[in-house]
């Protein structure tokens, strides 16, 4: 071998060895990084995290001791109801009290929370390379969802990890019934399948509302049956449904582009005379069903269909989850016919969000981006046995895949296209507080929708003229 | 001087109770007093702010309504208490068959939690699918559909009658342990100058359980109006705002809408007229029924 070519050689081997590094680098870089490393300064630390008790949580605790083994950080995962959650969590983000490192957050609650400048941004958390995982891939999470909730004036507070959202339900032994198609068909002069629309639902709620004695599927009734069963009580989510899935779909809502109350338009009274007609259809004991109800209802089959949320739905639908588990066909939200564009689905996309309070933040910062990690929601659905997403790719997994389970999946998908988290307003839950009893007595007829909406706007304006957080 | 003999015994005796009295009682309420007067800003105490919570409180439909609700929740539950418990313990106190079974299932309802009451009429009741609505008042057709606690014209009275149905055995127990302590002396007198038993009842027995039940009525009478955990489980003071107490408004007003001032200002309110009542209520006892 000659000099030159023993130098061109070695020259080409640099060269190569050069790219190599250049094209690997990266992605070395990203191997090279792990929870265990990141985790090393802060091990031993323990932390407190609040979360809403769900089947889903309840899933995810058991996962947690898995990155307490990984990174050494011990991490108490306590689990309130819904209400506790809500309550104790912002009682220790308002007092300063700091008991809790992060906290399980409900988009509506972020308006109070930001008003109140007690919640700690994540960005300088995430572009510290040492505590951010490169292969993150937040790219992936359910959209509009994340976007709409996690970020406010610039700043991200949190990481969406529980994707609440609403989808349409209806007891598909019903619908695939022969006789029951015919005579719908004829009756209405379309064939009878999950409705679409909210006008199908509303032929459906009431083609299948019958009266004890009457031939339901080719049985006879002991019971009265009811078309649909919808949430009704004056707390929980009825007001932020009627105002999701129904004003939306209609072109209103709570507030205009400048965030001033706008309830009493003749699209929100069109949409709530809508949803208030409904109630013709359904059990008369809706006015005191919550969002667990409606579920309860469902899985005793005394009800045609529903719009519920999907993590209830989980739970009816599931072998061994009652008479009717497994007779279940699922899709989005209908919409309505009348307005297709103003497409709308109704949802809570929650965040894991870190308080300003925390004596642990990059130890907590950790865990939450542990929680959405792509490795971490795989196994979340693999030990639910399917679930709830916040990813894109979630949907892909086998598990999601599984036979029995696509109508409900594809219907958590086509619905969480249109989910968006609440506006934020530090007005929340004195505009909820004040329209859900107002929207309940629209749907058991003591006020029609124009009485209740202008009583509404009047009191919403009250409360607040300019109710949104200033971005 | 033995220490008993001395003017500053009886306090010293009182001090550890006057104390704790203090604690719990005083302070908590000197405190929602000032934070009635001044701006809470979620939680965080901020500027003077005169009467504007009072103001507030007055100008919002939801505070009157609220009173209103309680009003005839205890207008309802109240007397039927009073008279089925005097009336069970009248029955108790004639040795009845049983008693000693009785008895002990009689605290049953009371010393459940009220959220598990709730809960229970919320499982027997519920429209559509509870125990009882779903198999007799639907089958059978009682009421007009099922629900009872989601009916404008029923859910006060059907929450009143679960009120009823949990503290009854209460007055009832509280009343039977007051005529078993009466003294037997003056019915033997009564029945020796031919006394009919109406006329030892009214004669003798109101007037000697006068004392207990003006107590138990007056310590009943506020746990009336301060129910919460039922209503909130069985129609979170629905339908509509028809049984929106004030204990629910306020809890409302504090732990989901943190108008923290505004709710301080309506427990001072509640707590004064509940002072001028008891106040009214104790007097008239004491004068008019000679029962303390």
Not at chain 1, 432 to 459: F, S, Y
Not at chain 2, 37 to 62: C, K, P, T
Request: some cysteine; charged content about 15%; proline content about 6%.
């Amino acid at each position: 071998m000659t000099m030159h070519k023993a130098k061109s050689k070695s020259i080409l081997a640099g060269l190569i060895a050069s790219a190599a590094a250049i094209c690997y680098g990266a992605p070395l870089h990203a191997q090279d990084w792990s929870y265990a490393e990141a985790a090393k300064p802060y091990a031993g630390t323990t932390i407190r995290v609040l979360d809403e008790i769900t089947p889903l949580q309840e899933t995810m605790r058991k996962l947690v001791p898995e990155f307490t083994e990984e990174t050494g950080i011990k991490v108490e995962y306590e689990l309130l109801s819904h209400g506790d959650v809500i309550n104790r969590g912002q009682a220790d983000l308002f007092s300063g009290r700091g008991n809790y490192d992060a906290i399980m957050l409900h988009g509506l609650q972020l308006g109070p929370l930001l008003a109140a400048k007690v919640l700690q941004p994540i960005d300088e958390l995430k572009k510290d390379q040492a505590l951010t995982n490169p292969d993150l891939g937040l790219d992936d999470l359910i959209e509009p969802a994340n976007e709409s909730l996690v970020n406010h004036s610039g700043a991200q507070y949190g990481f969406l990890t529980w994707n609440y959202n609403q989808i349409y339900w209806a007891r598909a032994d019903l619908l695939n019934h022969p006789d029951e198609q015919a005579a719908f068909e004829t009756r209405y002069g379309y064939p009878l399948a999950p409705a679409e629309t909210m006008q199908q639902m509303r032929d459906i709620a009431e083609f299948f509302t019958r009266k004890s004695g009457e031939t339901l599927a080719g049985e006879t009734l002991s019971n009265d049956f009811y078309g649909i069963v919808l949430e009704g009580i004056p707390g929980g989510t009825t007001f932020t449904t009627v105002w999701e899935v129904f004003m939306n779909n209609w072109g209103g809502g709570v507030f205009d582009a400048d965030g001033k109350p706008n309830l009493d338009t003749p699209e929100n009274i069109a949409a709530l005379q809508f949803w208030a007609d409904l109630w013709k259809f359904a059990p008369p004991g809706q006015a005191e069903y919550s969002l667990i109800d409606v579920p309860t209802v469902m899985g005793n089959g005394i009800a045609a269909q529903s719009i519920a949320f999907s993590d209830f739905v989980l739970g009816v639908d599931r072998p061994g989850g009652g008479a009717y588990a497994g007779k279940f066909v699922y899709g989005g939200i209908p919409v309505n016919a009348e307005n297709p564009d103003a497409r709308s689905a109704g949802g809570e996309p929650s965040l894991m969000a870190l308080s300003s309070h925390s004596e642990n933040q990059e130890a907590t910062y950790l865990f939450m981006q542990w929680m959405v990690d792509e490795d971490t929601q795989a196994k979340l659905m693999e030990a639910g046995g399917g679930g709830v997403p916040i990813r894109r790719s979630s949907f892909d997994l086998d598990v999601m895949r599984e036979a029995g389970r696509q109508s409900l999946y594809k219907a958590m998908a086509a619905s969480l296209q249109y989910v968006k988290a609440k506006p934020k307003t530090p007005s929340f839950f004195e505009i909820d507080n004040t329209m859900g009893p107002l929207v309940q007595q629209v749907g058991i007829g003591q006020l029609t929708a124009a009485e209740a909406l202008k009583d509404g706007q009047r009191k919403v304006l009250s409360i607040c003229s300019d109710c949104l957080l200033a971005e | 001087m033995r220490p008993l003999e001395s003017r500053w015994y009886p306090y010293a005796l009182l001090a550890p109770a006057f104390l704790v009295l203090v604690v719990v009682s005083l302070v908590p309420f000197l405190f929602a007093m000032y934070l009635s007067f001044h701006q809470i800003n979620f939680g965080r105490v901020g500027d003077f702010a005169g009467w504007s919570n009072y103001s507030r409180l007055m100008d919002n439909e939801r505070t009157w309504n609220s009173l209103w609700v309680a009003t005839k929740f205890i207008l309802i539950a109240f007397p039927l208490q009073f008279i089925l418990g005097l009336g069970g313990a009248l029955l108790l106190n004639k040795r009845v068959w049983g008693r000693s079974v009785i008895l002990p299932l009689l605290f049953i309802p009371t010393m459940m939690a009220p959220i598990v009451v709730g809960l229970v009429w919320k499982v027997m009741f519920a429209g559509s699918w509870g125990l009882l609505s779903y198999n007799i008042v639907e089958r059978f057709g009682f009421l007009e559909g099922t629900s009872v606690f989601s009916s404008p014209d029923y859910a006060l009275l059907a929450l009143a009658l679960v009120d009823v149905w949990q503290w009854t055995p209460f007055m009832m127990l509280a009343f039977f342990a007051g005529l078993q302590a009466l003294p037997v002396s003056p019915y033997r007198a009564a029945a020796v100058d031919g006394a009919t038993p109406m006329q030892m009842f009214f004669r003798l027995t109101l007037p000697l359980m006068a004392p207990l039940m003006v107590v138990i009525g007056m310590l009943r009478f506020i746990d009336a109006f301060k129910v919460f955990d039922t209503i909130y489980t069985l129609t979170a003071g629905g339908p509509g705002t028809s049984t929106e107490v004030p204990s629910l408004l306020a809890y409302r007003m504090s732990f989901e809408q943190w108008r923290i001032g505004e709710s301080a200002a309506f427990a001072v309110l509640v707590w004064i007229g509940f002072f001028v009542l008891c106040s009214l209520f104790y007097h008239v006892a004491k004068k008019k029924l000679n029962a303390f």
